[in-house]
């Protein structure tokens, strides 16, 4: 069974950056991607970004690309979401999650989730 924990979160100014990582407790290794996902008050789950474990592969939402970049190291069964640039619309939990197939955008694919981090971005 493998768990996830997410750290990186916290407060910061429109423009600024955070770094937030998701630690697996045990080997991915029968994952198809790793995923993030973030959830806003009163709207739904929605994709972020995604690496599909064995090519590195990267897929993003349209409200990240160019600001974030998602990375993974499999050695260490950590992966990475850098965050730039951020605007107050990307204040929401972030959640980390496996998933074990296509398509990667998809929250139904992941299996695995973890307890999520909170980003807030002021204006």
């Known amino acids: 069974q493998v768990q996830l924990v997410e750290s990186g979160g916290g407060l910061v100014q429109a423009g600024d950056s955070l770094r937030l990582s998701c630690a697996a407790s045990?080997?991915?290794?029968?994952?198809?991607?790793m995923g993030w996902f973030r959830q806003a008050p009163g709207k739904e789950r929605e994709f972020v970004a995604a690496?599909?474990?064995?090519?590195?592969?990267?897929d993003y939402a349209d409200s990240g690309k160019g600001r974030f970049t998602i990375s993974i190291n499999n050695a260490k069964n950590t992966v990475i979401l850098q965050m730039n640039s951020l605007k107050p619309e990307d204040t929401a939990v972030y959640y980390c999650?496996?998933?074990?197939?296509?398509?990667?955008?998809?929250?139904?694919?992941?299996?695995?989730w973890g307890q999520g981090t909170q980003v807030t971005v002021s204006s």
């Open positions: 045990g080997r991915i290794f029968n994952s198809y991607a």
């Open positions: 690496v599909r474990r064995n090519t590195g592969a990267t």
């Open positions: 999650a496996a998933g074990f197939g296509p398509p990667v955008v998809l929250a139904e694919k992941y299996g695995v």
